[in-house]
């Protein structure tokens, strides 16, 4: 069974660095990229970032590139979503999504993981 | 960037209606395109790709049709377990954009 099991809840205060993760299973981690998905409360979804678990190759959305970083560690099947510095607009739900190629539909998502910046 | 624009931004519905939802994009994405249906508290599902694939295990009553830059999700016969928020996303390149959505309830 495909399943993409992320971290859990954060708490964090503005200018604190976090990292979140997506574990994989039930397939072939390298076989498939990884998409992050940004939902604030109330709101739709939002394309961030992709990587290629394969070799690392990433393409971020211009909303976001500067701001987050993605990651893979292959031994542990396993994506990363990292923020060096947060702001409380990072405040939102966090989904990462599998595709089987860099542009192909997202058929298995994460349980998505609550980021919550607040002073 | 490609812009995806949905319509309407919500919808009601009695149960049976057939109910249609449009996405357009500013360019070009061939068929590149999917749908995704996001029930309340839940994490999204991929209902359709290639604009008109049905995603394995996905009620037929599902379907999506369109090329190019317009494109349609449309539900033969609403049921009560079709609420949910619906959104359209385009995946030819990167930024890979998601429409706006549009929320679905019953009348």
């Known amino acids: 069974e495909v399943q993409l099991v992320q971290s859990g809840a954060e708490v964090k205060k503005p200018g604190e660095s976090l990292r979140i993760s997506c574990k994989g299973s039930?397939?072939?981690?390298?076989?498939?990229?990884i998409s992050w998905v940004r939902q604030m409360p109330g709101k739709g979804l939002e394309w961030m970032g992709r990587?290629?678990?394969?070799?690392?190759?990433?393409n971020y959305s211009p909303s976001y590139e500067g701001h987050v970083t993605t990651s893979t560690d292959k031994s542990i099947s396993t994506a990363y979503l990292q923020w060096s510095s947060l702001e409380a607009s990072d405040t939102a739900v966090y989904y990462c999504a599998r595709h089987p190629g860099a542009g192909r539909q997202f058929d298995y998502w994460g349980q998505g993981t609550l980021v919550t910046v607040s002073s | 960037d490609i812009q995806m624009t949905q319509s309407p931004s919500s919808l009601s519905a009695s149960v049976g209606d057939r109910v249609t939802i449009t996405c357009r994009a500013s360019?070009?994405?061939?068929?590149?395109l999917a749908w995704y249906q996001q029930k309340p508290g839940k994490v999204p599902e991929l209902l359709i790709y290639a604009a008109s694939t049905l995603q394995s295990g996905v009620p037929s009553r599902f379907s999506g049709s369109g090329s190019g830059i317009d494109f349609t999700l449309t539900i033969s016969s609403l049921q009560p377990e079709d609420v949910a928020t619906y959104y359209c996303?385009?995946?030819?390149?990167?930024?890979?954009?998601f429409g706006g959505g549009t929320k679905v309830e019953i009348k």
């Open positions: 996303q385009k995946y030819d390149s990167a930024p890979l954009t």
């Open positions: 990587i290629d678990p394969s070799d690392s190759h990433t």
């Open positions: 360019h070009d994405i061939t068929n590149c």
């Open positions: 039930g397939y072939s981690f390298t076989s498939y990229w």
